[in-house]
C-alpha cells in the first residue's frame, strides 16, 4: 500500500512523518487521523482534514526574516476515480480545480501566542492544481510564514472536493532540515496540546447511534451481530462475549438490535469499520481481502450450483485429484474470464467460450510426495512445523486422565495404557522411564471437545469425538505417533465410548488407524478476534504523535477490516466456518470455550507459550535461554530467533524514549491504552492475576514484543502454510461426517468396512461442496498480495525522524535478512529431520520476506488476511 506522508524537503532532505493511510472525504466526513474541530461548523463537502503533530523548524525563529514556504501535496487517484473520471462528479471537481479551491492547506505553530497564551491563528492557503502524472495528482500552495511563527507542528488539509480523495504525502519547501519528534504526552509542545487531547477524543466518539461509512470513531462492543433471526429464526446465535460466552471486544457499530431478540444487532450489507481502517482503493483487485470477498460473494453461490447436492461425498480418491488435474466446471458467469482475472492461480484453463473451470492448484506438499497425508511420519512432523504447531505439549503426567465430570462425562481415566505404550516403544524404555525422560507428547483434544460431542452430532451430516493423540520422541529427534484415543460421551442412553487406535501391521488395523487419523480435528483460537482490542485501544488512546502509537501502526494494517469480513461472511450464521468446520453452529461457542480456558496474555510470548506446553524449560546456557523438548522443532527454533529479532529492535524503540521507569508510569495515554487493553477490550479477563503491568521499560518491552509476535511471526506460521497443508483435504479435514465403524457396529456397516474400507474413509472426509469451498478459501488466505508489507523489510516514515531509531531499523532489516540465511542453512541441514528431508516441504513459514502468491513464506507486519 502506498505510504502516506507529510515531509519537508531543503535541498535534497526529505523528513518524512507518520501519516497513517490519509483519505480526504467529500461526503461530510474526515477519514483519516485529523484535527476535526470544525468538522460540526463545516458546511456539507467541505470537509476539514488535518495533520498533525511534527515539528518541522522553521528558520523563521533563526533568521528573523519571513520565510517563502511552498507545500507540494501529492494525491493519488483511486480506483473510484479511475472508473468515473468522465463522470459528473468528476467534472465539477475539476471545475473547481481550475479556480484553485479545492484543497485548502493551513499551518498550525506549535507554539502558544506569549501575549494570550492560546493557540497562534493558523497560516492558511489554497493548494492548486499543477500536474497529473500517471496516478499522481500534485497541488502546490505558497505560503509566507511570519518570523515570530515558530515551529509548525501540524498541518491541516481541508478536502473541498465532492468526493473522497486519497493523500499521499504533503512536501513543505523551504525550510531547513530539522528532525520532527514523537512526543510524549508529557512532551507536547504547548500549540499542538489542545489538538492532541481533541483529536483523541474525535476518535473514542460517544457510544451513541449507528456509525456511518467514513467515520473514523473507534468503540467496543460483543459479538451479537452473527445471526439473522428476524429473517431466519435458524440463525439466532448466543452473544459471543461477556459472562457466558467470555471473548476478545470486536469493534462497535452501533446497528440497531433485531426484532426478535433484543440482544442481536442487525446485520447489514457493508459492516462499519473506521475509514482509515479500510482497504485502499488505489490499486483494487491486487489485495488479497478483495480478492477474498469476491470468492466469498461469487466463487461460493457458483460452487453450489456446479454442486447441487450438498452432502455428496467424494466417490473415488481420483475424483479428489480431479479437483487439481480436470477442474470443474463453473456455470458461465456474464463477463468471461471474470474469474480469470479474479483468481489467475486457481482458474489456469477456460477450456472453451462456454464455462469457466476451477482447477486448483497442486499444493507443494502434494507436488513433492503424492502420498503424504497418508503417512505416520508425516502427520508427526506437522504437529511442529506444520499448519498448526502450537498445540502438541509434552506429557508431564502419567496416567492420562480427563478432568472433566465423571457424573456427566464418564470415567475420567484414558484407554491409552501403560502396557499399551510398552508394546509400541519395547526395546527402547519403559513407560514410565519415557515419561521420566521427556519423551512422550501428546495433542490433546479431549476435554476441550467431549462437552461438545452430543450437540454437535445432533448437526445433520456431523460427528466429532474427544481426542488424545500420542508421540514418541525417537532416537532421531523425529515423532512417531503411538496410539490415537478417540471418546464419546455417555448420550442418548449410550454409555461412555472410548476405542484406543494404534499404527497396525495388518489391514483392519490399518484401515481403523487411517480412519482415526481423519477423526483428529483441530481447533485454533483465530488471532484475529484477540488482536482487534489491541488496535482499537490505541486508536482511542494513543495520540497519533506518541511514539508507541508510530511503532504499532503498521501492525495494525487492515487488521479490523479483514475482521469485519469475518463477520460478514465467514464466522457468521450459516458462514464458511459453519457449513465446513466441524463445530457447526457451535464455532464460536467452542472458540469462546478455548479463550476462557486457554488464552492469556503473558502466554502469547512465544517462550513462555513453549514453556506453558512443557515444550522447552528454561536454560541460562542455552541460545534463546530455553532448551527444547524436541530439539528440532522448526516452528519454536526459527520463530525464537525472530522472537529476538523483534524483542531487540522493540527494545533500542523502547529505550529510546523512555530512560527510565518513571516515564513509563507517568505516561498517562500509554497507562490509559493499555488499561482498556486489559479491562475493556479483553473485559471478560479484567480480574486475571496474570495480565502484565506497565511499569519499567522491561514490562513495556515484553508487552510491545508479544503484541508484535503475534500480528506478525505467529499468524504467518499458522496462515501462510494453510493451502499447503490443508489444499489437499485429506491431509487435515475440516470435519468428519461418519462415525468409526467400531462404535456402534452394525452389520451392513461392517460389511461395508470390510469390503470398501475408502467409502469409510471418503464418507468421513468432508463433502464435495464443503472441500471445494475450503479449498478456494484456503487458497485466497495463503496468498501474499503484490502490496504485501513485510516485517522490517521498509522503513515506517516516522521511524526515519530519529537517527536512533533510524540505526534500529537498519539493524532490525539487517537481522532479518540474515535470519533468511539462517533458516536456509537450517533447511539444508540433514540432521534437521523434521524440516528436511525425502519429499519434505522445507520449513520456510517464518522466512520474513515473500514474493506474491501461494509461497509458504514470507511474515507480514501485520494481520492482513
Ligand atoms: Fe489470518
Redesign the pocket.
Known amino acids: 500500500m502506498l505510504k502516506p506522508q507529510l515531509h519537508q524537503s531543503h535541498l535534497s532532505t526529505k523528513i518524512p512523518f507518520l501519516l497513517p493511510k490519509p483519505f480526504i472525504h467529500g461526503s461530510g466526513h474526515a477519514s483519516f487521523p485529523v484535527y476535526s474541530r470544525s468538522l460540526s461548523t463545516k458546511a456539507n463537502k467541505k470537509v476539514r482534514a488535518g495533520y498533525k503533530h511534527g515539528s518541522i523548524k522553521s528558520i523563521a525563529s533563526v533568521t528573523q526574516q519571513s520565510t517563502d514556504v511552498k507545500a507540494v501535496v501529492t494525491v493519488k487517484q483511486t480506483v473510484v476515480d479511475f472508473w468515473t473520471e468522465i463522470g459528473i462528479e468528476r467534472g465539477l471537481d475539476d471545475f473547481t480545480d481550475l479556480f484553485g479551491k479545492t484543497l485548502l492547506l493551513e499551518l498550525v505553530s506549535a507554539e502558544l501566542d506569549p501575549k494570550t497564551g492560546l493557540e497562534k491563528p493558523s497560516i492558511r492557503g489554497y493548494a492548486h492544481k499543477i500536474d497529473h502524472e500517471g496516478e499522481d495528482i500534485k497541488y502546490e500552495a505558497d505560503f509566507v510564514v511570519p518570523p515570530d511563527f515558530g515551529e509548525i507542528g501540524a498541518i491541516f488539509v481541508e478536502n473541498e472536493h465532492h468526493k473522497e480523495m486519497y493523500l499521499h504525502d504533503v512536501v513543505l519547501n523551504g525550510f531547513p532540515a530539522g528532525p520532527v519528534h514523537s512526543y510524549l504526552p508529557s512532551e507536547t509542545p504547548n500549540g499542538l496540546a489542545k489538538l492532541r487531547k481533541e483529536e483523541l477524543e474525535t476518535l473514542q466518539g460517544n457510544d451513541n447511534g449507528e456509525r456511518k461509512k467514513g467515520e473514523r470513531i473507534y468503540d467496543y462492543d460483543v459479538y451479537n451481530d452473527l445471526g439473522n433471526p428476524d429473517s431466519d429464526p435458524e440463525t439466532a446465535r448466543p452473544v459471543i462475549g461477556g459472562e457466558e460466552h467470555p471473548y476478545p471486544r470486536r469493534c462497535r457499530t452501533g446497528r440497531p438490535r433485531t426484532e426478535s431478540d433484543p440482544l442481536t444487532e442487525t446485520r447489514s450489507s457493508s459492516f462499519y469499520v473506521p475509514r482509515d481502517e479500510e482497504f485502499s482503493e488505489i490499486k483494487m483487485g491486487t489485495f488479497s481481502a478483495k480478492t477474498l470477498k469476491s470468492v466469498l460473494h461469487a466463487l461460493v453461490p457458483s460452487l453450489s450450483t456446479a454442486i447441487v447436492d450438498s452432502d455428496l461425498g467424494f466417490p473415488f480418491f481420483s475424483s479428489i485429484d480431479a479437483l487439481f488435474n480436470e477442474g470443474i466446471n463453473l456455470p458461465p458467469l456474464k463477463k468471461q474470464g471474470f474469474w480469470k482475472d479474479l483468481l489467475p492461480n486457481l482458474f489456469r484453463a477456460i477450456t472453451d467460450g462456454t464455462k469457466d473451470v476451477l482447477k486448483f492448484e497442486t499444493p507443494d506438499t502434494m507436488e513433492r510426495d503424492r502420498f503424504f497425508w497418508f503417512r505416520d511420519e508425516e502427520f508427526a512432523r506437522q504437529t511442529l512445523s506444520g499448519l498448526n504447531p502450537c498445540t502438541i505439549k509434552m506429557v508431564t503426567e502419567w496416567p492420562l486422565r480427563s478432568k472433566l465430570d465423571p457424573e456427566i462425562y464418564g470415567p475420567q481415566e484414558s484407554a491409552i495404557t501403560t502396557e499399551m505404550v510398552e508394546q509400541e516403544i519395547k526395546g527402547f524404555m519403559t513407560c514410565g522411564e519415557a515419561v521420566k525422560a521427556q519423551k512422550l507428547f501428546i495433542l490433546d483434544y479431549h476435554d476441550l471437545f467431549l462437552p461438545f460431542v452430543s450437540k454437535i452430532r445432533e448437526l445433520k451430516g456431523t460427528t466429532l469425538y474427544g481426542s488424545r493423540t500420542l508421540f514418541f520422541l525417537t532416537h532421531e529427534g523425529t515423532l512417531r505417533p503411538l496410539a490415537i484415543e478417540l471418546t464419546r460421551p455417555p448420550m442418548d442412553g449410550k454409555p461412555q465410548w472410548k476405542q484406543v487406535f494404534r499404527p497396525a501391521w495388518h489391514s483392519t488395523g490399518v484401515w481403523l488407524w487411517r480412519l482415526a487419523k481423519a477423526h483428529v480435528l483441530a481447533h485454533e483460537l483465530?488471532?484475529?478476534c484477540c488482536t482487534e482490542p489491541y488496535i482499537i485501544a490505541a486508536h482511542r488512546q494513543l495520540s497519533e504523535m506518541h511514539p508507541i502509537y508510530r511503532l504499532l501502526h503498521p501492525h495494525f494494517r487492515y487488521t479490523m477490516e479483514?475482521n469485519a469480513l469475518a463477520r460478514q461472511y465467514l464466522i457468521n450464521a450459516k458462514g464458511i466456518i459453519e457449513t465446513s468446520f466441524f463445530p457447526g453452529k457451535y464455532s464460536m461457542e467452542l472458540s469462546s470455550v478455548v479463550y476462557d480456558q486457554e488464552w492469556r496474555f503473558d502466554y502469547e510470548a512465544l517462550p513462555k507459550d513453549l514453556i506453558n506446553r512443557a515444550m522447552a524449560v528454561e536454560d541460562p546456557s542455552a541460545p534463546h535461554g530455553l532448551k527444547l523438548m524436541v530439539e528440532d522443532y522448526p516452528y519454536a527454533n526459527d520463530g525464537l530467533v525472530l522472537w529476538d529479532i523483534i524483542k531487540e529492535w522493540v527494545s533500542d524503540y523502547v529505550n529510546h524514549y523512555y530512560s527510565d521507569s518513571s516515564l513509563i508510569v507517568s505516561d498517562n495515554e500509554l497507562q490509559a491504552w493499555w488499561t482498556e487493553v486489559r479491562t475493556v477490550g479483553h473485559a471478560d479477563k479484567k480480574d486475571e492475576p496474570w495480565w502484565p503491568v506497565l511499569k519499567t521499560p522491561q514490562d513495556l518491552i515484553e508487552t510491545l514484543t508479544t503484541i508484535i509476535w503475534i500480528a506478525s511471526g505467529h499468524?504467518a506460521a499458522?496462515?501462510f502454510g494453510q493451502y499447503t497443508y490443508a489444499g489437499y483435504f485429506p491431509n487435515r479435514p475440516t470435519t468428519a461426517r461418519m462415525n468409526m465403524p467400531t462404535e456402534d457396529p452394525n452389520d451392513e456397516l461392517l460389511k461395508l468396512f470390510w469390503e470398501k474400507p475408502e467409502v469409510i474413509l471418503l464418507t468421513t472426509f468432508p463433502s464435495q461442496i464443503q472441500a471445494t469451498t475450503v479449498m478456494a478459501i484456503l487458497d485466497v488466505?495463503s496468498n501474499h498480495s503484490p502490496d504485501e508489507e513485510y516485517l522490517g523489510q521498509q522503513i515506517e516514515p516516522p521511524w526515519t525522524e530519529e537517527p536512533a531509531i533510524n540505526a534500529a531499523f537498519l539493524k532490525f532489516n539487517g537481522r532479518l535478512k540474515e535470519f533468511e540465511g539462517i533458516i536456509d542453512g537450517r533447511n539444508a541441514d540433514n540432521k534437521l529431520k523434521n524440516r528436511n528431508g525425502a519429499g519434505v516441504v522445507p520449513y520456510e513459514l517464518l522466512k520474513p520476506f515473500s514474493e506474491p502468491g501461494v509461497t509458504g513464506k514470507g511474515v507480514p507486519y501485520s494481520?492482513?488476511?
Do not use: Y
Request: aromatic share 0%; glycine share 0%.
Open positions: 483465530r488471532t484475529h479483514i499468524h499458522v496462515n488466505l494481520i492482513s488476511i
